[in-house]
T-cell receptor
Framework: EDQVTQSPEALRLQEGESSSLNCSYT??????LFWYRQDPGKGPEFLFTLYSAGEEKEKERLKATLTKKESFLHITAPKPEDSATYLCAVQRDSGYALNFGKGTSLLVTP | DTGVSQDPRHKITKRGQNVTFRCDPISEHNRLYWYRQTLGQGPEFLTYFQNEAQLEKSRLLSDRFSAERPKGSFSTLEIQRTEQGDSAMYLC?????????????FGPGTRLTVT
């Protein structure tokens, strides 16, 4: 059965303090790994899709990377507005459902 | 550019009542998904439509739950005889479905509280 594990569960950073969030996964036949950002009381907001090991994608202060077993979301010089829950999900190549982890709750303080 | 919309945004109902939620996907998207999210958890897949055909259903979708997408545009999710365990955020998402584009765009959700 597919498994997606995110760590840490919660992370508190000072503004400007770079760090990484981890997403470990096991899936039979990966089509893609997805990162989303979710603010309280709102739906997830799409950030990145990664399709193959070695792929990297960047957007502003965020950079996502993928290996055969895990993905990292690197946050460089975060700002308070980056505070949110970051969700990782995998999609099998045999279907379209996303299987999500529980998320990492990030708090960036000024 | 309108995103995915959901109605209502909040619903409070008494145990045993039926509720129906509506989702309007992004206009050119032919795939539509329903997920459920409880506090501290990631969204859990419920069901998926390609156009009007319901192609995949999760084990989570008990026989009290039914979803439709009659004309391949908007979708409805009905929960019959609600239980307190049905309290959750119900999320709808849509995706383009062509050209190798698999990312799903989520709506704001409908928060259901069963008292």
């Amino acid at each position: 059965e597919d498994q997606v594990t995110q760590s840490p569960e919660a992370l508190r950073l000072q503004e400007g303090e770079s760090s990484s969030l981890n997403c470990s996964y096991t899936v039979s036949g990966l089509r893609g790994l997805f990162w989303y950002r979710q603010d309280p009381g709102k739906g997830p907001e799409f950030l990145f899709t990664l399709y193959s090991a070695g792929e990297e994608k960047e957007k502003e202060r965020l950079k996502a990377t993928l290996t055969k077993k895990e993905s990292f979301l690197h946050i460089t010089a975060p700002k308070p507005e980056d505070s949110a829950t970051y969700l990782c999900a995998v999609q099998r190549d045999s279907g379209y459902a996303l299987n999500f982890g529980k998320g990492t709750s990030l708090l960036v303080t000024p | 550019d309108t995103g995915v919309s959901q109605d209502p945004r909040h619903k409070i109902t008494k145990r045993g009542q039926n509720v129906t939620f509506r989702c309007d996907p992004i206009s050119e998207h032919n795939r539509l998904y329903w997920y459920r999210q409880t506090l501290g958890q990631g969204p859990e897949f419920l069901t998926y439509f390609q156009n009007e055909a319901q192609l995949e259903k999760s084990r989570l979708l008990s026989d009290r739950f039914s979803a439709e997408r009659p004309k391949g545009s908007f979708s409805t999710l009905e929960i019959q005889r609600t239980e307190q365990g049905d309290s959750a955020m119900y999320l709808c998402a849509s995706s383009l479905g062509v050209g190798g584009s698999y990312e799903q765009y989520f709506g704001p959700g409908t928060r259901l509280t069963v008292t």
